[in-house]
């Protein structure tokens, strides 16, 4: 029997909510597959950081090392500045484990109703390969004479040619397992004449490799109004760390909700753990009333299973969700009813549970 150690961090807001969610899922896979998940809870986030002035154990990533994997649930809180969450715990364990790919599913599943008037569960199916490691996040920059009519900023964006090699790579055998073999690479070299033309270059480059998926260059502003009149016509997007960022925003709202929206922070090379989280924030205005839609949280983990070499259990799961979202009976706020957490969640276990072994 395999077991796998799994490190979880439910962080802050709902993420104390759909991590328990995911995880009753995840302990039915298990038992149906045969297989064991060790899971190991650490409290970090940002009551953590109220407590001790840190987001994260000074050792923190030497902790991590020892797992197979890391669930994630989400971070934010009110009384701590974003760029602080962000910059002392999601973005250094992104780096520092060598998770360079953002991998985020953007699906409409049957039973859900997108913004988009007359768009069903076939126009909407495309995945996100995000650059996760450098380009405009690696936090390289400054600012001078603060407080002062001369104050001034600076974000310096990094590209490396390594960098734009691997996730091209990663995107193009993604966009090569399915069924449309299409990628679409976002880019705005129009206007940024160094880090985006050598990003179309490499891309050139390494679709050589691919001669049976079709790459096609959008400008990001173009992909970003495509995805919203014709999402039909794309399936892979890969796309620098900024605008993976906020193209898979654009996906998942047009999805229906933020609420089913899934993603893994991967490293391919298998070194470090990957980690796997729901892409909606902590939701402080639900948080603590137990209505927070789970499934976004339930789709990690099952990615996180895909990972570990478990796709028999990823798939169940899946099949499960689907099952519970087409039939429509259960329904978080954010989907149009009134199902809580524990409702959904017993729903998407009962359905893994009934199909057959």
Same mark, same amino acid.
């Given at each position: 029997?395999?077991?796998?150690?799994?490190?979880?961090?439910?962080?802050?807001?709902?993420?104390?909510?759909?991590?328990?969610?995911?995880?009753?899922?995840?302990?039915?896979?298990?038992?149906?597959?045969?297989?064991?998940?060790?899971?190991?809870?650490?409290?970090?986030?940002?009551?953590?950081?109220?407590?001790?002035?840190?987001?994260?154990?000074?050792?923190?990533?030497?902790?991590?090392?020892?797992?197979?994997?890391?669930?994630?649930?989400?971070?934010?809180?009110?009384?701590?500045?974003?760029?602080?969450?962000?910059?002392?715990?999601?973005?250094?364990?992104?780096?520092?484990?060598?998770?360079?790919?953002?991998?985020?599913?953007?699906?409409?599943?049957?039973?859900?109703?997108?913004?988009?008037?007359?768009?069903?569960?076939?126009?909407?199916?495309?995945?996100?390969?995000?650059?996760?490691?450098?380009?405009?996040?690696?936090?390289?920059?400054?600012?001078?004479?603060?407080?002062?009519?001369? *104050?001034? !900023?600076?974000?310096?964006?990094?590209? @490396?040619? $390594?960098?734009?090699?691997?996730? /091209?790579?990663? #995107?193009?055998? =993604?966009?090569?397992?399915?069924?449309?073999?299409?990628?679409?690479?976002?880019?705005?070299?129009?206007?940024?004449?160094?880090?985006?033309?050598?990003?179309?270059?490499?891309?050139? *480059?390494? !679709?050589?490799?691919?001669?049976?998926? @079709?790459? $096609?260059?959008?400008?990001?502003? /173009?992909?970003? #109004?495509?995805? =919203?009149?014709?999402?039909?016509?794309?399936?892979?997007?890969?796309?620098?760390?900024?605008?993976?960022?906020?193209?898979?925003?654009?996906?998942?709202?047009?999805?229906?909700?933020?609420?089913?929206?899934?993603?893994?922070?991967?490293?391919?090379? $298998?070194?470090?753990?990957?980690?796997?989280?729901?892409?909606?924030?902590?939701?402080?205005?639900?948080?603590?009333?137990?209505?927070?839609?789970?499934?976004?949280?339930?789709?990690?983990?099952?990615?996180?299973?895909?990972?570990?070499?478990?796709?028999?259990?990823?798939?169940?799961?899946?099949?499960?969700?689907?099952?519970?979202?087409?039939?429509?009976?259960?329904?978080?706020?954010?989907?149009?009813?009134?199902?809580?957490?524990?409702?959904?969640?017993?729903?998407?276990?009962?359905?893994?549970?009934?199909?057959?072994?």
């Amino acid at each position: 029997m395999n077991t796998y150690r799994i490190a979880v961090i439910a962080g802050d807001g709902i993420g104390q909510e759909v991590i328990p969610a995911g995880i009753d899922v995840l302990k039915t896979a298990a038992a149906q597959g045969g297989f064991t998940c060790e899971l190991t809870d650490f409290p970090w986030g940002s009551a953590f950081y109220l407590r001790t002035g840190r987001m994260l154990d000074p050792d923190a990533i030497e902790q991590l090392l020892a797992f197979d994997a890391i669930y994630l649930g989400a971070i934010g809180d009110p009384r701590v500045a974003d760029h602080v969450t962000a910059r002392e715990l999601i973005l250094p364990l992104r780096q520092r484990l060598r998770q360079y790919v953002n991998l985020r599913p953007m699906r409409l599943l049957p039973g859900i109703s997108s913004p988009l008037a007359g768009r069903s569960a076939a126009d909407i199916d495309m995945v996100c390969v995000r650059e996760n490691s450098e380009g405009e996040y690696c936090g390289i920059g400054g600012r001078l004479h603060a407080g002062t009519p001369d *104050e001034l !900023a600076e974000q310096t964006g990094i590209f @490396t040619r $390594r960098g734009i090699e691997r996730i /091209a790579r990663y #995107a193009f055998t =993604v966009a090569r397992s399915r069924p449309r073999k299409l990628l679409a690479s976002a880019t705005k070299s129009n206007a940024l004449q160094h880090a985006m033309v050598m990003w179309d270059e490499v891309v050139a *480059e390494v !679709a050589k490799e691919f001669p049976d998926v @079709t790459c $096609r260059k959008y400008h990001v502003d /173009a992909l970003a #109004a495509r995805m =919203v009149t014709a999402p039909q016509t794309l399936d892979v997007i890969v796309a620098s760390n900024l605008f993976g960022d906020i193209l898979t925003d654009v996906g998942s709202a047009i999805s229906g909700s933020l609420g089913v929206g899934p993603s893994g922070n991967i490293n391919p090379d $298998r070194t470090t753990p990957s980690m796997f989280e729901p892409i909606h924030g902590s939701a402080p205005d639900i948080a603590g009333k137990g209505v927070a839609n789970p499934i976004a949280a339930i789709w990690a983990g099952a990615m996180m299973l895909d990972h570990l070499g478990e796709r028999a259990a990823h798939d169940s799961i899946l099949r499960a969700i689907e099952r519970v979202i087409g039939d429509e009976r259960v329904k978080t706020p954010d989907l149009g009813g009134r199902a809580t957490t524990a409702d959904m969640t017993k729903a998407v276990t009962g359905a893994l549970t009934a199909q057959p072994a």
